[in-house]
């Protein structure tokens, strides 16, 4: 059964700082990986994905990559602002045989504060 | 470009009662999944419709049924709620086929008292 990981479960930075949110999975054979963003009480915004054959992608001040060999992801935000307060979520889909077979399997978030 | 949208966004039932939570998926999109989260917690796979059957289901019990029609949309159904069934619930969309990611809605709050 799929796990994912996510650490740490709470983080606070000061404005302008560069960080580094980690994700990880026990089973390196997925198919892809999206990285989410969630406000409170409020739905998840798809930020990222990452193909199983990809490295890494990246969208403005976000860089995403991937391990699959060692089971990770890592999620790295640039130049942190307070609107960036929030929780991230990392999804792994462990396997697709077609259509209606695309499952997320989720982390618990990594709930961010950016202080200014 | 409405992306995916829910009704109602807040809910309050009562147990025993049933409840049904309705999602639009995105423009273009054909396969439709529902989530459960609990506080504290990531969403939980419920189940997926993809032509207008039910594809793939989670660890959920029989009280939990859903609904996809021609038009995409879909229909989440609770019967018998539990106080354990409180929590926000979240529909996924996607265009099938490929590496395409899933978008979601802004979910809905079931509350059961």
């Known amino acids: 059964k799929q796990e994912v990981t996510q650490i740490p479960a709470a983080l606070s930075v000061p404005e302008g700082e560069n960080l580094v949110l980690n994700c990880s999975f026990t089973d390196s054979a997925i198919y892809n990986l999206q990285w989410f963003r969630q406000d409170p009480g409020k739905g998840l915004t798809s930020l990222l994905l990452i193909q199983s054959s990809q490295r890494e992608q990246t969208s403005g001040r976000l860089n995403a990559s991937l391990d699959k060999s060692s089971g990770r992801s890592t999620l790295y935000i640039a130049a942190s602002q307070p609107g960036d307060s929030a929780t991230y979520l990392c999804?792994?889909?462990?396997?697709?045989?077609?259509?209606?077979?695309?499952?997320?399997?989720f982390g618990k978030g990594t709930k961010l504060s950016v202080i200014p | 470009d409405a992306g995916v949208t829910q009704s109602p966004t807040h809910l309050i039932k009562t147990r025993g009662q049933q409840v049904t939570l309705r999602c639009s998926p995105k423009?273009?999109?054909?396969?439709v999944s529902w989530y459960q989260q609990a506080l504290g917690q990531g969403p939980q796979f419920i189940f997926q419709?993809?032509?207008?059957?039910?594809?793939q289901r989670g660890n959920f019990p029989d009280r939990f049924s859903g609904h996809q029609y021609p038009n995409y949309s879909s229909e989440l159904n609770v019967n018998a709620l539990l106080l354990g069934d409180s929590a926000l619930y979240l529909c996924?969309?996607?265009?099938?086929?490929?590496?395409?990611?899933?978008?979601f809605g802004q979910g809905t709050r079931l509350t059961v008292v």
């Open positions: 423009s273009g999109h054909d396969t």
């Open positions: 996924a969309s996607r265009r099938t086929g490929g590496n395409t990611e899933a978008f």
């Open positions: 999804a792994v889909v462990p396997s697709y045989s077609g259509a209606g077979s695309y499952q997320l399997t």
């Open positions: 419709y993809y032509e207008e059957e039910e594809r």
